[in-house]
């Protein structure tokens, strides 16, 4: 049962000359109705949110008399709102006040307390009539807002209008909601408002649970409502004001805005799980070629599906997140809401993201890597890879860079440590090496070659592969080698002339430098083939030539 502030009758009808003698911390308690107590109450004579009237003398009429410790503790027990005491009041009681954080207030000598109790009751009923008038008027203008077709957006300009105050929306982690006002830069209980939303036990009730944060040191306090979906909270609404502003029409249109968020949710979450039923597959199915040029182009105009643009794929998967890639689909839809046209995909070979290259911006890569980065720290993965395929129109172009995406998000878990992003256009050789992984060619070629040499630095405990290695990434310049490995000249002309020795190729042909770079590149691949994603990494790999 709704009623008013302690404060606001303070301001409003208590009699003049009133004064707040202790507990004024309290004074926003709500104040639901006023008990006039004639003798001393029962525990079950006060109620939640009563504010009990009495005389100082009353405690006194009592053998013993009680003292006004045990009345305060009686009322902070029964949740009442405060006390109200026609003066004098002894000075003892207001410290006590002050320590329960519950309110006692002086009134005026001669105040009549039962006409008193009338009159409060009186304001707290046309209260309660005129904030029941004023949420039926919340509740039709939010609905409507919530009916518009523009979703959020349109709930948050309603709120500003009614409230005239800064607003803004939170997901369950803090995080702004894409495409909706900005939140301030600092705002009060940001840490709380995390923790209230987590440990949140929702009952039975009609409204959303609204909380007040605050004051900060700037004396503003946020309002903020959770904003349920299925009866668990996905966010807050939240509104920021000065501590002495905030008003009963604030919080009910704060509950009546989360609770239309809440309806524009589930209608958009509805809508979306029936339309991806229906575009899921057939994106699925373009994405593997399984349709022809033109039942794809036939079915994307049933669905006003974009596939004749120029597009690009990228795949994401996680090694640590392995049975819960919804989650993870359901992340990257959320951080890339506010971009048009783009797609989610979850496939096989993880989740498929299809997007238009960005106006101005040539390196796919570096975009798709970015959006990788929060992602895992979004979700708290360790394990994210992407793989990015070039930029095509047309249904086979979508098949195409879906499997550039996935080759490279291979070579990204096979040979670079799962933990970074790589464009199918940087994969240079490995394009062709990688999918013959499996084939007793590559691993016969390499034996004939690097065989001998891998087996000496096993035994011997040498470093001849990794000298190789440095001398091809040095372009055969002797300086820059013995610079990178930290050797004197002559220690690597001994080394060279022992890889020589073991492997019969001689680094002034052309042609046995090319066989000894093809086994090092195979190198990799061969080490990686039957071991686990993330393993290990190869520095030549996705190196900007």
């Not at 639901?32 to 939640?48: D, G, K, M, Y």
């Not at 009322?75 to 003892?92: F, N």
């Not at 909380?211 to 309002?223: H, M, Q, T, W």
Request: negative net charge; proline residues 6%.
């Amino acid at each position: 049962m709704r009623g008013v502030s302690l404060r606001e009758l303070l301001d409003a009808m208590l009699p003049a000359g009133t004064r707040v003698v202790g507990g004024e911390s309290g004074l926003d308690r709500e104040v639901t109705w006023a008990t006039l107590l004639r003798t001393t109450p029962a525990r079950t004579a006060v109620q939640r949110g009563d504010l009990l009237l009495f005389s100082a003398d009353l405690l006194s009429i009592r053998e013993p008399p009680l003292a006004f410790s045990a009345l305060l503790e009686l009322a902070l027990e029964r949740e009442a709102a405060g006390l109200a005491v026609v003066s004098p009041i002894p000075e003892a009681w207001g410290p006590l006040a002050d320590e329960a954080g519950l309110p006692l207030l002086a009134l005026p000598e001669g105040t009549s307390l039962a006409e008193l109790a009338n009159q409060i009751a009186r304001f707290i009923t046309a209260r309660r009539e005129a904030l029941y008038e004023i949420e039926r008027e919340l509740q039709r203008r939010f609905q409507q807002a919530a009916l518009t077709g523009e979703g959020l957006p349109a709930i948050l300009r309603v709120l500003i209008e009614v409230t005239g105050k800064s607003v803004w929306m939170e997901d369950a982690q803090g995080m702004p909601w894409p495409d909706l006002p900005s939140p301030p830069e600092s705002s009060p209980g940001q840490a709380e408002r995390r923790a209230w939303l987590r440990r949140l036990s929702l009952r039975e009730e009609a409204e959303p649970p609204v909380v007040l944060f605050g004051p900060d040191a700037e004396e503003r306090v946020c309002l903020a409502g959770a904003v349920l979906l299925d009866r668990r909270p996905v966010g807050m609404i939240c509104l920021l004001s000065p501590s002495r502003k905030i008003t009963e029409r604030d919080r009910l249109a704060i509950a009546q805005a989360a609770l239309a968020c809440g309806l524009v949710l589930h209608r958009e979450r509805s809508l979306w799980s029936a339309e991806a039923r229906v575009r899921g597959e057939f994106l699925a199915q373009v994405l593997r070629g399984e349709l022809s040029e033109a039942e794809a182009r036939r079915r994307a105009r049933i669905l006003s599906e974009p596939i004749e643009e120029p597009m690009a794929v990228a795949v994401f998967r996680a090694t640590d997140m392995e049975g819960n890639m919804e989650r993870l689909a359901d992340a990257i839809r959320r951080l890339t809401a506010r971009f048009a046209r783009c797609r989610v995909q979850p496939m096989a070979e993880g989740i498929a993201f299809v997007f238009p290259p960005p106006v101005g911006e040539s390196d796919l890569e570096m975009v798709v890597e970015g959006l990788r980065v929060e992602l895992a720290r979004a979700l708290g993965l360790t394990h994210l890879a992407a793989g990015v395929g070039g930029v095509y129109a047309g249904p086979s172009g979508l098949a195409r860079s879906f499997r550039e995406a996935v080759q490279s998000l291979q070579m990204v878990e096979a040979l670079l440590g799962g933990e970074r992003t790589l464009s199918y256009q940087r994969l240079d050789i490995y394009r062709l090496l990688y999918p013959m992984r499996e084939s007793e060619v590559l691993a016969e070629f390499y034996e004939q070659v690097l065989g001998s040499l891998e087996r000496y630095d096993r035994e011997h405990r040498a470093e001849l592969i990794p000298t190789l290695e440095a001398f091809f990434a040095c372009d055969g310049n002797l300086q820059r080698t013995a610079e990178r490995l930290f050797l004197h000249r002559n220690s690597l002309a001994y080394r060279l002339r022992r890889i020589q020795e073991i492997t019969g190729m001689d680094l002034r042909r052309w042609e046995d430098c090319f066989r000894l770079q093809m086994a090092l590149k195979i190198r990799p691949i061969l080490r990686r083939s039957h071991e686990q994603p993330g393993g290990g990494s190869d520095p030549s790999v996705g190196e900007s030539p």
